[in-house]
């Protein structure tokens, strides 16, 4: 795989210039500002991602506020009590998507949150302290402890609050075969390893987020 100076110099020419570059790249929270979030917005956010998956977005965060709603603003000592018989009366509350595996799922990530946040403090502090050296291991982690957060729903569970990730997107996956990294879509624990350390490379050689490196990768393809 070719070095970081070659992804900046390809970047800068697309761009034009440092500084639209620069503009154009996210910006990760700060573990500070991670712990700073608290397990109601964090377990808001895993809902909100859950309902996105396959769902217009625009149509799922328009209905949002209902959800706050009905779900006690996702406090999750709350809604961990919500049992079938409430859930099954939210399917007929027109004002949410009515999607039973979806509404399940809320309760049983609240459940992962408050036993997460008893173990580290809070879901924050967790997230915060996760090392990004290791990205692939809290999605996997997330997927195995959480409802419905395979795939790519936890790592962009993960972009949506700002921890720093990649996300192994077509045209990222594209860029890492072309890159000689990975020679198909990273499903695969060995492949996923594989971009880990591409990236932890990128990273040192650097000092970028994973996340800019990310998108910078993306952008190396054929649009």
């Not at 209902?66 to 007929?92: I, S, T, Y």
């Amino acid at each position: 795989m070719r070095d970081y100076q070659w992804l900046h110099e390809y970047c800068l020419n697309r761009f034009g210039s440092a500084q639209a570059l620069e503009a154009f790249l996210p910006q990760p929270r700060t573990p500070a500002q991670l712990r700073d979030i608290s397990d109601d917005r964090y377990l808001s956010t895993l809902a909100l991602r859950v309902f996105r998956a396959g769902l217009k977005h625009s149509l799922v965060d328009a209905k949002w506020p209902a959800f706050e709603q009905v779900f006690f603003g996702f406090d999750p000592e709350k809604v961990v009590l919500m049992g079938a018989e409430h859930l099954e009366r939210l399917m007929q509350d027109e004002r949410i998507i009515r999607h039973l595996g979806k509404l399940k799922s809320v309760p049983r990530n609240a459940q992962m949150v408050l036993d997460i946040a008893k173990a580290h403090g809070s879901f924050g502090a967790f997230i915060a302290d996760w090392p990004v050296t290791d990205i692939v291991g809290l999605w996997k982690y997330l997927a195995k402890h959480g409802n419905q957060l395979g795939g790519l729903s936890a790592p962009r569970f993960l972009r949506m609050v700002g921890k720093d990730t990649f996300i192994p997107t077509d045209d990222m996956a594209a860029a890492l075969i072309a890159q000689k990294v990975i020679d198909k879509q990273p499903t695969s624990q060995r492949d996923l390893a594989l971009v880990q350390q591409a990236f932890n490379q990128w990273h040192a050689e650097s000092g970028r987020p994973l996340c800019q490196l990310s998108v910078m990768l993306a952008h190396t393809v054929n649009h």
